[in-house]
């Protein structure tokens, strides 16, 4: 079965620092993933997706993340925080059981608060 | 292009009672996803309708249920509502494969008393 797992509830970082958020996966094929971001009190807004093509996946608001197979991960990274990105953020699988199904397995999320 | 709207934003009802949520996806999505966000719980998946059929869903309980109509909106019931049914309610939509990812609505944040 599917799962996926946010390591850290909560991320500190200072504005200007590397954002570090860890995803890893666990999929029998290979996957489809997805970073998603959620601002207070509302919906969730896709960053990026990772769809089979290449492995290093550019987003919005300077966001990435780099498909590594072996390590079944999917971190997200920007290089300078900025104090709008204190958010909480999203990974998410889907494989072609999520065609029958039409579920993304999400993580449980990661809080990233961004220090002045 | 609009996104995936959803009314209302907010809503509080008494516990027993009936709360209706609506939605309304992209232009050209005929995939319609519903999912619970309630504190501590993250997301969990609820219904999954396509060109008007509930292809799938999510553990819970048969008051929950909902329909979507020929023009691919939908509509979330909820019915003898409870205080842990307090949540903020998603809606989403797609084109084509769910699998290749969702767009996200605002919600509606039911508030049950």
């Known amino acids: 079965a599917q799962s996926v797992t946010q390591l850290g509830s909560h991320v500190s970082v200072s504005e200007g620092a590397l954002v570090l958020l860890r995803c890893n996966y666990s999929?029998?094929?290979?996957?489809?993933l997805f970073w998603y971001v959620q601002y207070p009190n509302q919906g969730l807004q896709l960053l990026l997706k990772?769809?089979?093509?290449?492995?290093l996946v550019k987003g919005i608001n300077g966001f990435e993340a780099e498909f590594k197979k072996s390590e079944t991960s999917f971190h997200l990274t920007k290089p300078s925080a900025h104090m709008s990105d204190a958010a909480e953020y999203f990974c998410?699988?889907?494989?072609?059981?999520?065609?029958?199904?039409?579920?993304?397995?999400f993580g449980q999320g990661t809080t990233l608060q961004v220090k002045p | 292009e609009a996104g995936v709207t959803q009314s209302p934003t907010h809503l509080i009802k008494t516990r027993g009672q009936q709360a209706t949520l609506r939605c309304s996806p992209i232009?050209?999505?005929?995939?319609v996803y519903w999912y619970q966000q309630a504190l501590g719980l993250g997301l969990q998946f609820l219904l999954w309708?396509?060109?008007?059929?509930?292809?799938n869903r999510g553990n819970f309980p048969p008051r929950f249920s909902g329909r979507q109509f020929p023009n691919y909106s939908s509509e979330l019931n909820v019915n003898a509502l409870e205080l842990e049914d307090s949540a903020l309610y998603l809606c989403?939509?797609?084109?084509?494969?769910?699998?290749?990812?969702?767009?996200f609505g605002s919600g509606t944040r039911l508030t049950v008393v």
């Open positions: 989403a939509s797609s084109v084509g494969r769910p699998g290749y990812g969702y767009t």
């Open positions: 998410a699988v889907s494989d072609r059981g999520s065609s029958n199904t039409g579920k993304l397995i």
């Open positions: 309708y396509d060109e008007g059929e509930e292809r």
């Open positions: 999929s029998s094929v290979p996957p489809y």
């Open positions: 232009s050209g999505h005929t995939s």
């Open positions: 990772y769809t089979s093509a290449a492995t």
